[in-house]
């Protein structure tokens, strides 16, 4: 057993030890890494895998994202020329044909220059090509050949079939089948595997005539076809390098976000995966393996420059274990041109709103932004910081009252990188200002309103209607509950001036803080509140040319020319 494990060593293999990119960038990988690249459209996501191939096939031809691989060659080339056998003039080891000249392998080899042999090491999985991976193979001499094709090497492991069907059935909740008497090809059915009669087989006429009756494979939709296609080809091939151009490609994304963990969880060691996507779902599923071996590369292309910026596996798992972010739509953030953080999903949906009136009568599609939210002004700083280490533009909106807690907005704007020292003083006269106001209510008055409030309650739990009455009473106690009634327009003198230039330059790094208060003030009208307010508004309100809403285009336009 020993003797076959050393020998095994021997046995040439190709992995990419490190990249350098147009961009500068070097990143370094390990031989069972999974890396994932991700960006907004036509940001290079799908080149940085045809740059691969080709280095492989050609280190000389010229490439637009990669400047430079260094390949890890492990083994040597005798393990082939030992175990290599010779057909139809030339020899061949299991999926590699070394042609019919050995020596010509050892110059490949020792020089590190796949060159024809690439595709023995370097399996190139496009949209197209996985489609047909599930086609039928054809026929082979079993004891004489090797296998060359994922459905032969199903053909001679029984193993391999049902685990394979075991990942199928999760997806489809049917299993797979090889056909092994099918004459001069091999297919792959789905459905329930016949049952046998009293001493028959799986090439008995009787277990046959039965299977002949299930689907095949290469007759259903795409989803099912690609699935299968990259199940073949990640876990029976030889192949260490696997290329996958959006893997999420024809599936539901349930099914995307399965086949993420499927590869996660199940690829074997020594096998590196390269995927171009663009499917939150699918890297939900990388991520909910929890492997340590994860790499995430956003691409965010200017001009002819492919800037690289990598999220490392401890920096995922600080990020994955936020069940904030874990359960948000956040991480779609990396597939658009630019994020923008709100307080909660109502602000969401009356700033996208606004934004696709503007571009009701414009030829070109709304802009590629996503509008996300984190559940309240303290989530803001993590979220901000999650996607800015990977070079995402993030934007946050925030109602005017983050100004009353000074640790608050602190860590907000820190987190998009405003100096504090130049912003503190600004703050501060703001603050001060509001403080010296005048309450709506003073210490009495919001006694007596409390009070009066309690009087009415007979169940011995204080019901939530309750607790929300007192909790607006309290706000009434202090002058920022007028401050967000009326935004910037409370302000007088310098503390007005002070807002201005604070606005501006929180502005310029992508924080905006809302002029009028808080969102309910863009539109007075309607006097209700979060979700019954916006829900109004989008039904019964002209968007694109209510005067009310002049503030609220202006300010939403500011946001999309940032």
Not at 30 to 57: C, M, P, W
Not at 352 to 379: V, W, Y
Not at 419 to 430: G, P, R, Y
Request: hydrophobic share 35%.
């Amino acid at each position: 057993m020993g003797d076959i494990k050393n020998k095994m060593m021997d046995r040439p293999q190709v992995f990419i030890k490190s990249i350098n990119f147009n961009d500068e960038n070097f990143y370094e990988f390990q031989h069972s890494d999974i890396v994932v690249f991700t960006g907004a459209n036509n940001a290079g996501k799908s080149q940085v895998l045809r740059d691969l191939k080709s280095y492989f096939e050609n280190q000389d031809a010229p490439r637009l994202i990669i400047k430079q691989v260094e390949a890890d060659y492990v083994g040597n080339a005798q393990f082939f020329k030992d175990n290599s056998t010779y057909k139809n003039g030339g020899y061949s080891f299991e999926n590699i044909n070394i042609g019919n000249d050995l020596e010509l392998f050892d110059y490949w080899w020792n020089n590190k220059k796949l060159g024809n042999l690439s595709n023995s090491f370097v399996n190139y999985l496009s949209t197209e090509n996985r489609l047909q991976a599930a086609n039928p193979a054809s026929t082979f001499d079993a004891v004489n050949d090797s296998p060359n094709h994922p459905i032969q090497k199903l053909y001679l492991n029984d193993n391999k079939e049902s685990e394979l069907s075991s990942l199928f059935h999760k997806a489809f909740n049917t299993n797979i089948i090889v056909n092994r008497g099918a004459g001069n090809s091999i297919p792959i059915h789905i459905g329930t595997p016949p049952k046998k009669e009293a001493g028959a087989d799986r090439v008995s006429l009787s277990y046959l005539t039965e299977l002949k009756k299930l689907p095949q494979i290469q007759n259903q939709g795409d989803g099912i076809r690609s699935f299968m296609g990259i199940l073949l080809n990640v876990f029976t091939s030889y192949h260490t390098i696997t290329l996958i151009d959006e893997p999420e490609a024809f599936l539901h994304p349930p099914q995307a976000r399965l086949l993420g963990k499927m590869l996660a969880k199940n690829t074997p060691n020594n096998r590196q995966l390269f995927i171009s996507t663009h499917s939150e779902d699918f890297l939900k599923g990388l991520l909910d393996a929890d492997n340590e071996n994860i790499k995430i590369i956003r691409i965010n292309r200017e001009d002819n420059i492919n800037h690289m910026n990598i999220l490392r596996n401890e920096e995922i798992k600080q990020f994955w274990k936020d069940p904030i972010l874990r359960y948000s739509n956040i991480l779609s953030g990396l597939f658009h041109t630019k994020v923008v953080i709100c307080e909660s999903d109502t602000d969401c949906r009356f700033y996208q709103a606004i934004m696709n009136a503007l571009h009701d009568d414009e030829d070109n599609i709304s802009p590629d932004i996503l509008f996300t939210h984190c559940g309240g002004k303290q989530r803001i700083k993590t979220v901000t910081a999650a996607l800015k280490s990977l070079n995402v533009k993030t934007i946050a909106i925030t109602d005017i009252d983050i100004l009353n807690n000074k640790m608050t907005f602190k860590e907000v704007a820190e987190s998009l990188n405003i100096d504090w020292n130049l912003i503190e003083s600004k703050w501060h006269v703001i603050y001060n200002y509001i403080k010296d106001q005048r309450a709506q209510l003073n210490t009495e008055e919001v006694k007596k309103s409390i009070g009066s409030i309690l009087e009415k309650v007979t169940e011995v739990q204080l019901p939530i209607d309750t607790t929300d009455e007192i909790k607006k009473v309290i706000k009434m106690s202090t002058a920022w509950s007028k401050v967000k009634q009326t935004g910037k327009k409370f302000l007088e003198g310098e503390a007005y001036n002070a807002f201005n230039e604070l606005y501006a330059m929180c502005k310029e790094k992508g924080l905006f803080i809302v002029p009028v208060g808080e969102l309910e003030c863009f539109y007075k009208p309607n006097s209700n509140h979060g979700v019954k307010w916006v829900n109004n508004v989008l039904e019964t309100v002209d968007l694109k040319n209510d005067r009310e809403l002049d503030d609220a285009r202006k300010f939403v336009k500011e946001i999309l020319d940032i």
